[in-house]
């Protein structure tokens, strides 16, 4: 983001792994369990236990949904202030690699 190009990480800044869009992704996954959860809290043709359930798992969303949303704004606010740092680790994938993958070189 350009708001962020002019941040100087501050010498004592602490490295954090995970991006802010891999949050975000994380958030959007969570909003769609909230979704259906609160569709089978809401359903009128289940036991009430089927709805005790659900209720409990959909508050357990909503607390989580709390919890990353705090998280992804205090990250946000710690990298433009420079006392937090992203570190992307690149993927180091071996599986389609056949030099890298037994299964692959020992079919040689």
Request: glycine share 2%.
């Given at each position: ?22 949050a975000?992704?994380?958030l ?26 659900c ?25 433009g ?28």
């Open positions: 983001m350009s708001m962020y190009k002019d941040v100087k990480p501050a010498p004592d800044a602490k490295i954090n792994t995970e991006t802010p869009a891999w975000i992704d994380r959007s996954i969570l909003a769609l369990k909230i979704y259906h959860f609160s569709i089978e809290v809401n359903r009128t043709d289940a036991s009430p236990e089927h709805h005790a359930r209720k409990a798992k959909y508050d357990v969303l909503m607390t989580q949904k709390a919890d990353l949303t705090l998280a992804i704004d205090q990250l946000l606010e710690e990298l202030n420079g006392t937090k740092v992203m570190k992307v680790y690149r993927q180091m994938k071996m599986y389609n690699d056949p030099s890298l993958n037994p299964m692959l070189y020992g079919k040689k």
